[in-house]
């Protein structure tokens, strides 16, 4: 229900974001934006585009907090809870950046960072990863979580998500344009343009989302390299192979949090995440680069 609820507002956040969006550059600027020219249709695309992804991005702490019922450690209870807290801080410092809220949500075994900003970001971790792994292997995982905030790959996915929703919405409209059956004046059937522009969008939508998750992998690949350069291999390396022994199922994310997990399954084209033996490969083979010996 909750999940229900947050997905109707954000859809309503985004509705008014756009029309808000409208009638300010128009009164602003003095521009009256017209769809059924090319740049009008640009500009709305641009807007529809990134008013979701924007939003989603400032709302993501929040909203992962909530529906993942992560609490956030404000004073340790345990002796887990601190060296958590004192790991997460050290890892930070030692990549340069702010240190992170720090917080723990029962669930499988995975972590994973958000927030809209580095000095606005969020580290998150079950309780049964400290069931399944040991301190450094823990270490290993959170180094690479903080690696995403390092990256500042909150923001790049939501700049990449934005552009590929933009070039949807604009392609879809163009090319129904010029399918769509035209009246004497040389106006296109508004239901036949609807019908065209829904197909293009949703056939659209396959191939961008196949992008995306291309570049959800790089970073993946990415912030394990990152882990390995602030804590050293082991960590990140046995704490993977462990995770790759546990049945899928068993280990995935809600849908939203996916790209920003340890670990994410669904076909190799559609996954958020890299195969956990290509990721052991590049783990190596980063570690051989920084003169480990492994």
């Known amino acids: 229900m909750f999940s229900i609820i947050m997905l109707i507002l954000m859809n309503v956040a985004v509705m008014a974001s756009i029309y808000l969006s409208l009638f300010l550059i128009e009164m602003i600027f003095g521009v009256k934006i017209d769809p059924q020219s090319v740049t009008g249709l640009a500009i709305i695309a641009v807007i529809i585009g990134f008013s979701g ?65 580095k000095s606005n970001s969020l580290v998150a971790v079950s309780t049964s990863l400290f069931d399944l792994m040991d301190l450094n292997e823990i270490e290993g995982v959170i180094a690479h979580e903080i690696n995403h905030i390092k990256n500042g790959d909150m923001i790049t996915m939501t700049l990449v998500q934005g552009v590929l929703n933009s070039l949807v919405f604009f392609v879809s409209r163009i090319i129904a344009n010029i399918l769509a059956p035209k009246d004497e004046e040389g106006n296109p059937n508004p239901m036949a343009y609807m019908a065209i522009s829904f197909i293009l969008e949703m056939v659209l939508s396959i191939f961008a989302t196949m992008i995306a998750m291309w570049f959800s992998r790089y970073r993946e ?48 084209l559609f996954s958020s995440h890299p195969p956990i033996e290509k990721r052991l490969e590049n783990i190596k083979k980063v570690a051989r680069e920084l003169g480990y010996n492994v």
């Not at 019922?69 to 340069?96: C, F, H, M, N």
């Not at 720090?102 to 927030?115: E, L, Q, R, S």
């Open 53 to 117: 992804s924007i939003i989603s991005l400032l709302m993501s702490k929040w909203m992962a907090i909530k529906s993942m019922r992560v609490r956030v450690i404000e004073s340790p209870q345990s002796e887990a809870e601190k060296w958590l807290v004192e790991t997460t801080y050290k890892l930070a410092d030692k990549a340069g950046i702010p240190r992170p809220e720090v917080g723990i949500f029962d669930g499988p075994p995975n972590a994973f960072a958000t927030g809209p900003s």
């Open 221 to 268: 690949y990415k912030a394990d390299a990152g882990a390995v350069k602030i804590d050293g291999p082991d960590g990140i390396y046995f704490a993977l192979a462990k995770l790759g022994k546990i049945p899928k199922e068993k280990l995935s994310l809600p849908k939203e949090m996916k790209a920003f997990g340890i670990v994410g399954f669904i076909s190799e």
